[in-house]
C-alpha cells in the first residue's frame, strides 16, 4: 500500500531528546531511501536529513535520521524553541512510481 | 547557490487552467544531476507531490494529477513551468518549485531522491 505514516504531534522541553517515526512499506520505505524537511510557520519546507541519515551543510549534528526494514525516524537532542516545525518523511514508492510524503508531525517545544 | 522562485497568478476561477513558472538562478537546468519538481499544500494541511522533470524532457507525475498536469522547460534553461488543467476549490494549493536529485539506471534518469533547495511558494486561490 502507497502510505507513508506520521505522528500527527509530538514534544518535548528544552534540551530533551525526541523521536519522530515514518512508517512505510516494502514499496516506499524498504526499498528507498528516506528525506526529512522542517517546515517552519509561515516558511517553506527545508531539507533536513537526506539518504536516511544524512545532514546537508548548516544543519546541526542535534539532527539525526535512521532507517531500519520499512520505517525510518528522526531524533533531535538538545530541544530548542527555534526546533518548533512541522517535519515531514518523504520517499519514492515504487509501485505508486512517484513521491510519497508522511502526513508531517507537529513538534511543539514547552 | 541555486535559487528558485515562483510567479503566477494567485488567483485562477473554477474549471480554468492554473499556469506557474519557476525561475531557476545560480544554476543551470541543464544539469545531469536534477530533475526539477512542483509539489504543492493546501492551506493547513501536508505536502503533495505534482511532478519532476528531467531538462530534455523524461516528465514523473503524481498520478492522481497525471490527467491534468504538464511540466516543461523553456529553451534558455533558465526557467519551468506548471499547468494544471480543469481545477477546482480542492486544488487550492501554496505550490513550490524545488530542485530534485535524480538517480540514474542505464540511460534513464528518475527522480527518486531528494528536494533541495525549495523556493518561497506561492499561494494560488481557485474561486469565482
Known amino acids: 500500500q502507497s502510505v507513508v505514516t506520521q505522528p500527527p504531534s509530538a514534544s518535548g522541553t528544552p534540551g530533551q531528546r525526541v523521536t519522530i517515526s515514518c512508517s512505510g512499506s516494502?514499496?516506499?520505505?524498504?526499498?528507498?531511501?528516506v528525506n526529512w524537511y522542517q517546515q517552519r510557520p509561515g516558511t517553506a519546507p527545508k531539507l533536513l536529513i537526506y539518504?536516511?541519515?544524512q545532514r546537508p551543510s548548516g544543519v546541526p549534528d542535534r539532527f539525526s535520521g535512521s532507517k531500519s526494514g520499512t520505517s525510518a525516524s528522526l531524533a533531535i537532542s538538545g530541544l530548542q524553541s527555534a526546533d518548533e516545525a512541522d517535519y515531514y518523511c518523504g520517499t519514492w514508492d515504487d509501485s505508486l512510481n512517484g513521491v510519497l510524503f508522511g502526513g508531517g508531525t507537529k513538534l511543539t517545544v514547552l | 547557490q541555486v535559487q528558485m522562485q515562483e510567479s503566477g497568478p494567485g488567483l485562477v476561477k473554477p474549471s480554468e487552467t492554473l499556469s506557474l513558472t519557476c525561475a531557476v538562478s545560480?544554476?543551470?537546468?541543464?544539469?545531469?544531476?536534477?530533475?526539477w519538481a512542483w509539489l504543492r499544500q493546501p492551506p493547513g494541511k501536508g505536502l503533495e507531490w505534482v511532478g519532476s522533470m528531467y531538462y530534455r524532457g523524461s516528465t514523473y507525475y503524481n498520478p492522481s494529477l497525471k490527467s491534468r498536469v504538464t511540466i516543461s522547460v523553456d529553451t534558455s534553461k533558465t526557467q519551468f513551468f506548471l499547468k494544471l488543467t480543469a481545477v477546482t476549490a480542492a486544488d487550492t494549493a501554496v505550490y513550490y518549485c524545488?530542485?530534485?536529485?535524480?538517480?540514474?539506471?542505464?540511460?534513464?534518469?528518475?527522480?527518486?531522491?531528494?528536494?533541495?533547495?525549495w523556493g518561497q511558494g506561492i499561494l494560488v486561490t481557485v474561486s469565482s
Open positions: 539518504m536516511n541519515d
Open positions: 524545488a530542485r530534485h536529485v535524480g538517480e540514474w539506471f542505464g540511460e534513464v534518469i528518475s527522480p527518486t531522491k531528494w528536494f533541495d533547495p
Open positions: 516494502s514499496s516506499n520505505i524498504g526499498s528507498n531511501t
Open positions: 545560480g544554476g543551470s537546468i541543464a544539469s545531469s544531476s536534477y530533475c
